[in-house]
């Protein structure tokens, strides 16, 4: 859309969202066909000729996070494996791959087990650690790539963007950076010196537990072209209706974040209080040592919290086991607050790896119900621990 206002809040609710030129509908329409007519061999109405390589909705999703990220080019996917899948291509046999030591479970498996059959090496460091970075790109045969998550998933480790990327810049490397636990409404971290950022849609872009999605982000050219060509060629695309689910939860993102959120670092100050929690993994709690990180790279800490408690996996099973209003599932990020216990769920496939997570870990994605019933649900876990 032209003159697109520049805070957040507005823009959520506005880019990709013109009203209708023939309608004036408010709600862009859902585009459902597969094949566009041509005036003429080649004569492409508004560039369209075949659902798979472009669709007006889908246009409109990839406008939307584009300008929701401060990028030029914004890029729809069938789900975020599948635009994980489109960044690797951008490897080539004989590259290799940096990532997070704590990510979530699909995104290691992708890379270990099926890429590294085609030649990618994957080597995992804290990323936190920039003398561990900077060693790994004055390696011998240096990383083409560096992955990011931050918060990180499970573990909530906050990264230095803007270190990690002008480390790897210097060694010609791609930063790439998974921002679905922050949304770009508490972080952006193409505007620190990231090259792509990727997220799981389904997660707090979508927001309602109803569509699986993926979206890249990038303000190159040149990175876009590629990943356009691969897009199509791949043809893992979301269709119409998914688009049009995905924007309808951008709408209120912002203001979804900010109530999950809010309770969230209420909910993480209460469990580090607690005699039954040995650990709270939150960015947002008082003197944490990421907390300047925090400060200068997010406008909130986020909506994801995990914990450890005593007694192991047993434990965290019977307590995970015992709430009712957070609902036993995997993935985040919805209105609905939910809860897992990441080792035998969402990183089982890491388990035998340096990724592998403390089977006493609990996460937690708050939602946005009213924080007293969120808690007193919390009290039912902690009732099934003394059982």
């Known amino acids: ?7 957040f809040e507005t823009l959520a609710v506005h880019a990709g969202a013109d009203p209708d030129a023939q309608t004036g509908a408010v709600v862009p329409a859902i585009q459902l066909s597969t094949t566009f007519k041509q005036d003429g061999v080649g004569g492409l ?3 369209y000729e ?21 990028g030029a080019h914004g890029l729809a996917y069938a789900s975020g494996l599948a ?3 489109n960044v690797f291509y951008l490897l ?7 990532m997070s030591d704590d990510v979530y479970g699909g995104t290691w498996r992708l890379a270990d087990k099926v890429w590294r059959r085609y030649g990618i090496e994957t080597d995992a460091v804290d990323l936190r650690d920039l003398d561990a970075v900077a060693a790994a790109f004055g390696a011998e045969r240096p990383p083409r790539m560096v992955w990011i998550e ?4 499970p573990l909530l480790k906050v990264v230095d963007i803007s270190a990690v990327a002008r480390l790897a810049a210097v060694a ?8 679905t636990f922050a949304t770009p409404y508490l972080q952006q971290p193409l505007a620190l010196g990231a090259d792509l950022v990727l997220h799981s849609a389904t997660k707090y872009l979508g927001g309602h537990s109803d569509v699986i999605g993926g979206l890249v982000a990038t303000r190159s050219d040149e990175l876009a072209e590629r990943l356009r060509f691969h897009q199509n060629a791949a043809g893992a695309v979301p269709g119409p209706f998914d688009c049009f689910l995905v924007m309808r939860g951008i709408r209120t993102l912002a203001v979804r974040m900010e109530r999950a959120s809010s309770s969230a670092a209420t909910l993480a100050g209460w ?4 005699s039954e929690v040995e650990r709270v993994h939150y960015p947002g709690l008082d003197g944490h040592p990421a907390a300047e990180l925090v400060e200068r790279q997010m406008r909130l800490p986020g909506a994801m919290v995990s914990f450890q408690l005593g007694g192991g996996e047993a434990a965290a099973r019977r307590f995970a086991g015992a709430t009712r209003l957070f609902t036993l599932a995997e993935s985040l990020g919805a209105v609905e607050s939910l809860i897992e216990v990441p080792a035998p769920m969402t990183h089982a496939s890491v388990a035998d790896s340096p990724l592998a997570v403390p089977p006493s870990l609990v996460r937690l994605s708050v939602g946005i119900e009213a924080i007293e019933d969120l808690r007193a649900d919390l009290e039912r876990g902690f009732a099934a621990l003394s059982r």
Request: a negative charge; zero cysteines.
């Open 1 to 7: 859309m032209t003159d697109q206002p520049g805070r």
């Open 45 to 47: 109405r508004g560039g």
């Open 50 to 70: 075949y659902g798979r390589s472009g669709n007006p909705t889908r246009a409109a999703l990839e406008e939307t996070i584009a300008a929701l990220e401060g």
């Open 83 to 85: 635009a994980t899948q």
């Open 92 to 98: 080539e046999p004989g590259d290799r791959l940096l």
């Open 150 to 153: 931050t918060p990180s998933n």
């Open 172 to 179: 010609g490397a791609l930063t790439v950076v998974d921002n």
């Open 271 to 274: 469990l580090a209080e607690r």
